[in-house]
């Protein structure tokens, strides 16, 4: 079983930027694919990116596509979120997750688990 511990979140200012950190612990977290979600208050829970085990592949939700990067530091079994040119409507709850097997490509968070307790970010205009 793995368990994930998210940190990084905080208040910044509209265009600025923030990097979120996911580390793992229990397994090591190279043989599983990762994915960052965000929950807005009043809203579900919604996918922001994903990266595979074989970590040259990632896929992005089209609203951060461009702005934000997933990756991943082996040696300190951690996936990060680095986020730039922020939006006030970028500010939620950050979620990371392990995908299940199979399950490549899925962006419902039904198909993820292990999560966090999440990290907040607040990007004000």
């Known amino acids: 079983q793995v368990q994930l511990v998210e940190s990084g979140g905080r208040s910044v200012q509209a265009g600025g930027s923030l990097r979120l950190s996911c580390v793992a612990s229990?397994?090591?977290?190279?043989?599983?694919?990762v994915g960052w979600f965000r929950r807005a208050p009043g809203k579900e829970r919604e996918f922001v990116a994903a990266i595979h085990e074989m970590d040259t592949i990632t896929y992005y939700a089209d609203s951060v596509k461009g702005r934000f990067t997933i990756s991943r530091d082996i040696a300190k079994n951690t996936v990060y979120l680095q986020m730039n040119s922020l939006k006030p409507e970028d500010t939620a709850a950050y979620y990371c997750?392990?995908?299940?097997?199979?399950?490549?490509?899925?962006?419902?968070?039904?198909?993820?688990?292990?999560w966090g307790q999440g990290t907040q970010v607040t990007v004000s205009s």
């Open positions: 229990g397994r090591t977290f190279r043989t599983y694919a």
């Open positions: 997750g392990v995908q299940r097997y199979g399950y490549w490509r899925s962006t419902q968070p039904a198909n993820f688990d292990s």
